[in-house]
């Protein structure tokens, strides 16, 4: 669990991040989650976008990504732009949270 101060860390470093996912109208499909499990290894931060056409609402996507995919954090949600995080397991976290 991120601390407010973990979050506000997070979503200051993710204000140059473009989203790396989009959900279209078939909502969180296993695939998605399956290549979010991967992407977050090497990015750690990532932006995901609700497309305008999706049926799915962020509460939704939200819930059903952070189910998927094991110790993915959400950090913030701004219209349809979701934020998520979790520590590399491979190498060193490129973002270093505050105590």
Known sequence: MLTSKQRQFLKAQAHKLKPVMHVGK?????AQAVELDVM??????VKIKINQNSFESEDTA????CSAVP???HVWTIGHTMLFFRPSRTHDTRFPLPG
């Open 26 to 30: 078939g909502g969180v499909t296993p």
């Open 40 to 45: 977050v290894d090497s990015l750690e931060l």
């Open 62 to 65: 939200t819930a059903a990504l």
């Open 71 to 73: 110790g993915l954090e």
